[in-house]
């Protein structure tokens, strides 16, 4: 353990954890394989890490966001229920289909999502549609409000088809549960697509919504000392600094550009998942 | 509805507290590794007790554990404001929500650790 690794460990860190606030993703999934393919940390290792670096990721951008008011909490707190009823039923399911199995089809899914989002921009040139509560969302009071601050306008938006989002939720519950990742490539999609909520909200509910998921598992790691301590220290401040930086400039970015950035790094995600499910990394 | 506001904003101000405090605590245990060279890993330090009172304090990996600690114990916090925050502006669905969201993350902490 040289400065020298605690150096790019922390640099690493702040990359990924910058990335993972400001679109919603946790982190986890660009943390982990540039842990074990820039510094050669077993995966093992990385996982653990990771898991830590997510609730990091969350808790620091939610208290930027609910700050400026972006985090619907209401509707986090709605979806949370479907993610942790899913994350449960998923760690307690044998798996049925083997991990590779699942990973492709986690990747293909990815690839799906951001297919939907790419023509969805393609044919309105927005980064969301408004529509009004359903009668879910209404008997529920989902649907909100934020400043956005590129537009300069207070915006209200209604959350549509609130149970198939909720649906999603459940299965990305259950993904994450089985796979050990968080679902923000899974939740952002499916607010901003299905449900009609504005990018930003979408990045900012799932980045609340990821580290209450992830901090139960994280307990359950340390408790089982899969975390090597003097690894995951350099990785979870460097987290910190980058998530912090990340969640800020979250609200300075116009909607569409963000969800371009989103599209070409869910791609790049979805394919690496179908390319280690196929056993070829 | 604007109490409701003011509640939110004090509980994000609490978790940015409590997220920077982990960070000093990590970052001190980080530079006391580096400074001591001492990494005796720990074996099973669940025991918060004895990290609070009874743990020789300047282990640098002890110092570690307690920030990951303070860090994952953040959003679990947050979870308990929120029902907390709905309960007192009478918003029963949503501290029922909330509520169960709570208990479904205590039940797989429980069936996880056990």
Not at chain 1, 11 to 19: E, Q, R, T, W
């Amino acid at each position: 353990m040289t400065p020298a690794f605690t150096m790019f460990a922390l640099i690493i860190a702040i990359f990924s954890g910058f990335l993972g606030a400001l679109l919603g993703l946790g982190g986890g999934v660009i943390l982990v394989p540039l842990l074990v393919f820039l510094l050669d940390i077993p995966i093992h290792y990385a996982a653990g890490a990771s898991i830590i670096a997510v609730v990091a990721t969350s808790s620091a951008a939610t208290s930027v966001y609910v700050k400026n008011e972006i985090t619907n909490t209401k509707l986090g707190m709605f979806l949370e229920l479907a993610t942790t009823l899913g994350a449960l039923s998923g760690a307690s399911l044998m798996s049925v289909a083997g991990e590779s199995v699942l990973q492709t089809l986690f990747g293909a899914s990815l690839l799906y999502a951001s297919i939907t989002m790419w023509t969805q921009m393609r044919n309105t040139n927005k980064s969301w549609t408004s529509m009004p509560n359903d009668w879910l969302a209404d008997k529920l009071d989902l649907g909100g409000d934020y400043w956005d601050e590129t537009s300069g306008e207070q915006v209200s938006y209604g959350v549509h088809h609130s149970l198939p989002t909720f649906l999603i939720s459940y299965i990305a519950g259950i993904v994450s549960g089985l796979l050990g990742i968080g679902g923000g490539g899974i939740k952002v999609p499916a607010m901003n697509v299905v449900s009609s909520i504005p990018m930003k909200v979408s990045v900012a509910t799932s980045n609340f919504m990821i580290g209450v998921t992830a901090s139960a598992s994280a307990l359950v790691y340390l408790r089982h000392g899969y975390c090597d301590f003097f690894i995951t220290a350099p990785v979870v401040l460097g987290t910190l600094i980058g998530s912090f930086f990340g969640a800020r400039s979250t609200r300075h970015m116009q909607g569409l550009f963000l969800k371009q950035l989103f599209v070409v790094v869910l791609i790049v995600l979805g394919l690496r998942m179908i390319v280690s499910g196929a056993g070829i990394l | 509805m604007r109490d409701h506001k003011t509640m939110e904003l004090f509980i994000s101000r609490l978790m940015r507290a409590s997220v920077s405090l982990s960070g000093v605590i990590i970052f001190i245990g980080l530079i006391l590794f580096m400074v001591t060279g001492n990494n005796s890993g720990p074996v099973d330090v669940f025991e918060l007790n004895w990290i609070m009172f009874g743990a020789p304090f300047l282990e640098p990996s002890h110092v570690i554990f307690l920030g990951f600690m303070v860090l994952v114990v953040t959003p679990l916090l947050r979870i308990v404001a929120s029902v907390v925050v709905f309960f007192v502006s009478k918003d029963w669905t949503f501290t029922v929500i909330t509520s169960m969201v709570l208990s479904v993350l205590v039940l797989s902490m429980i069936l996880g650790v056990g």
